[in-house]
């Protein structure tokens, strides 16, 4: 089955520091997507992408965050100087034709990050 | 009223016996339903989408009730493995941010 790959699989930070999570997404997908899932609390919504550009984001995706796809395959998270409350699990996802009726988002195992 | 709201749990039943679920959403707008099933700092995985006529996937039914506006999912025969915790989610429209993932009902199955 294919899969969304991510890399770090878990990453500790000092605040203040810049951090880049890395995913892979489906070859053949063309929207991606960032979550977060803080511990012991529900999954979030962070940003989605489209053809180069963002394409919608959440009130947690403010100006410390950014994303980016540097080449055809990879797709990027910066954090530009991270909080202690940036401490999460953060999934990429992607779909191949959005998010219409019948369409499955296919997430990555997530990279966790720590924040002290 | 939370946009998706499940009984956190946690459940606790003995391997063999039958679980039901339910979760409420409260946009009469949302268009598409699903169960997801996540374990412990992993990746949530489909599990099954959930259909007006409601579905059945082996020991697993999902059911919808749009007037009601709850989703229900019920495990049969359950097994050991099914100990995870499963995520109702409900996608409002076509819209990446307008999907919402309820917090999750913990589910523990013992010998």
């Known amino acids: 089955e294919p899969e969304v790959t991510q890399t770090p699989s878990h990453q500790v930070t000092q605040m203040g520091q810049e951090v880049i999570l890395r995913c892979v997404p489906i070859s053949n997908h063309l929207y991606f997507y960032w979550y977060r899932q803080i511990l012991g609390q529900k999954v979030e919504f962070l940003v989605s992408?489209?053809?180069?550009?963002?394409?919608?984001k959440s009130e947690i995706f403010d100006d410390q965050f950014s994303v980016e796809r540097p080449d055809g395959s990879n797709f990027t998270l910066k954090i530009r100087s991270t909080k202690l409350e940036d401490s999460a699990m953060y999934f990429c996802?992607?779909?191949?034709?959005?998010?219409?009726?019948?369409?499955?988002?296919?997430f990555g195992e997530g990279s966790w990050l720590t924040v002290v | 009223r939370k946009e998706v709201e499940q009984d956190p749990g946690p459940f606790n039943v003995p391997e063999g016996a039958t679980v039901a679920f339910n979760c409420t959403y409260s946009?009469?707008?949302?268009?598409?339903f699903f169960w997801y099933r996540q374990d412990c700092r992993k990746e949530p995985k489909l599990l099954m989408s959930v259909y007006s006529s409601g579905n059945e996937d082996g020991r697993f039914t999902a059911q919808l009730n749009r007037a009601s506006q709850y989703i229900s999912l019920l495990i049969r025969d359950s097994k050991l493995s099914d100990s995870a915790t499963y995520l109702c989610v409900v996608n409002v429209d076509s819209s990446a941010s307008k999907i919402i993932f309820g917090s999750g009902t913990r589910l523990s199955i013992r010998p």
């Open positions: 996802a992607s779909t191949e034709l959005g998010l219409r009726t019948g369409n499955t988002i296919y």
């Open positions: 946009n009469s707008a949302s268009q598409s």
């Open positions: 992408f489209y053809n180069n550009e963002i394409s919608e």
